[in-house]
């Protein structure tokens, strides 16, 4: 049975609104509105970490922002700080972990999700016929807490989510666990062993989530379809009314019209803006504000949430505190201040993010014994692979290698022995006695470098830097004087 804190949670983050047809169009505009202005947003290192007053372009004054913002979907007031970097591959998780989670750096991984079985088997028609019977907690597109629909079986679901005002949000179901490759990035103890839940998100798009914060780390895995992802450090809470919230970490600011008259202070929110594609996994830095926009197309996602952070118990167990008396000294009125603790806790984190241990991952850890190495130490030590050329091309794909042999040639190439020339071309090295016996005679060399004079081939790229590598100048002098053996 779930407790109430983790109700609380899913309550918080699954929060959706419907965007009226009136507002898509708003919504688009304000995306492209974004890209255009992007060659503006020129990095500016001090601003992007944490607030500054005085960071503001100086076009960008209040009634600028607000003619830009009120009554317009929430980022409108001003361009992003940054495009939310992304990477084009998984990291370890050291590299996950002690570059961005510690740092609470928001990052891309572009196309991880490609990779999962649920990638091309999660089809409405899979899913239906595997999991037709199993029933799923909804919720209303429009944010009705109030009436929350009762949980319905998955062929239910899938029959009618185009058409009616609902999506599906609950836990991943055990079995569905295997179609989901857990990512590189969180595969080590120190990160796996703080396991939070997880959830499967989907609908048919046009949703908006309000603007809130998680109390854990998130990567949001995005299966099928798009999401735009708006990241506001917790240094701003004071601007998104943290204090006046009915629920303490959703903000009540209306983030498809958001009214600057009843919330000014918005104008001084500054945010990060990450493009979420189908296949991507974006970090979302927990206690972080943020706002995920669908497109109105069929979307399917996981969030993997763990706790955070496991470094607490060894960094920093006074700052907090203290520094927290010290602002309630000087402000009695801040005491009871929601928005005052999540500053404070994000500065903390960056205080103490330097000193941070490295995380070990010992799950990770692979000897050298488990592995084939070539070596003259051992008879008969297993023979790598790497240097093979064609015939490891040929072995791959199954061929009977054979290379027909010249007169003065009576061997052929076998697994120990591979060539990356040409070998149907019969002036190759392949069939160059010398060269098949060692290449890294002079005579072999010196056949090589006429050969590839005279014509175009992958060995004299791949195999002549190798056998020229640690000649001396001596050596290359003999090449150089000696009679080649090689005729076009």
Not at 100 to 120: D, N
Not at 158 to 163: E, P, T, V
Not at 273 to 293: K, R, S
Not at 411 to 422: L, M, V
Request: proline share 6%; with cysteine; aromatic share 10%.
């Amino acid at each position: 049975m779930k407790s109430a804190s983790l109700i609380l949670h899913i309550l918080m983050v699954g929060s959706v609104c419907f965007i009226p047809s009136s507002m898509q169009l708003q919504a688009d505009i304000h995306n492209e509105d974004i890209h255009d202005e992007k060659q503006d947003t020129t990095a500016q290192p001090e601003c992007t970490q944490k607030y500054n007053e005085h960071c503001n372009k100086p076009n960008d004054d209040e009634s600028e922002m607000f003619r830009r913002g009120h009554l317009k979907p929430f980022g409108s007031h001003r361009p992003p700080d940054v495009i939310v970097e992304e990477l084009k591959y998984m990291i370890s998780p050291q590299d996950f972990y002690m570059n961005y989670v510690v740092k609470h750096i928001p990052v891309v991984l572009k196309g991880s999700v490609k990779h999962w079985p649920a990638y091309t088997k999660w089809t409405d028609e899979y899913l239906n016929k595997t999991y037709g019977n199993v029933s799923f907690l909804m919720e209303t597109k429009n944010d009705d807490k109030q009436n929350i629909p009762p949980g319905m079986k998955l062929s239910e679901f899938l029959d009618s989510y185009q058409k009616v005002n609902r999506y599906l949000v609950d836990e991943v179901y055990p079995d569905m666990r295997k179609d989901v490759i857990l990512p590189l990035a969180l595969r080590c103890e120190e990160i796996s062993s703080y396991f939070f839940v997880s959830y499967f998100w989907m609908s048919n798009g046009g949703t908006s989530s309000r603007i809130h914060i998680d109390t854990d780390e998130n990567l949001l895995c995005v299966i099928h379809g798009h999401k735009s992802v708006i990241l506001v450090s917790p240094e701003y809470s004071n601007y998104l009314y943290a204090d006046d919230s009915l629920v303490l970490g959703v903000s009540d600011i209306d983030p498809q019209s958001v009214d600057m008259e009843k919330f000014p202070r918005v104008k001084n929110v500054r945010y990060q803006l990450a493009n979420v594609e189908e296949g991507d996994i974006v970090y979302i830095p927990n206690m972080w504000w943020h706002q995920v926009v669908s497109r109105s197309e069929r979307q399917q996602a996981i969030a993997l949430w763990w706790k955070s952070k496991p470094f607490w118990r060894e960094q920093g167990r006074t700052s907090i505190p203290n520094k927290a008396k010290e602002h309630i000294k000087d402000d009695p009125h801040r005491k009871y201040s929601y928005a005052k603790a999540l500053e404070d806790y994000e500065q903390w984190v960056q205080d103490v993010s330097g000193g941070i241990p490295r995380i070990k991952c010992k799950s990770q850890e692979s000897f050298m014994k488990d592995y084939h190495f070539e070596t003259d130490k051992i008879p008969d030590a297993p023979v790598t692979r790497g240097d093979g050329g064609d015939l490891e091309e040929a072995m791959e794909a199954g061929e009977n290698v054979q290379i027909k042999q010249g007169d003065s040639i009576d061997a052929k190439i076998t697994p120990t022995r591979g060539c990356d020339f040409d070998r149907f071309n019969p002036k190759s090295p392949c069939h160059y006695k010398p060269c098949f016996e060692d290449d890294e005679l002079l005579e072999c060399v010196k056949y090589m470098l006429g050969y590839c004079d005279a014509f175009e081939d992958r060995g004299c790229v791949i195999q002549l830097p190798h056998v020229m590598n640690k000649k001396s100048k001596e050596e290359l002098k003999q090449i150089k004087e000696m009679k080649g053996d090689f005729k076009k």
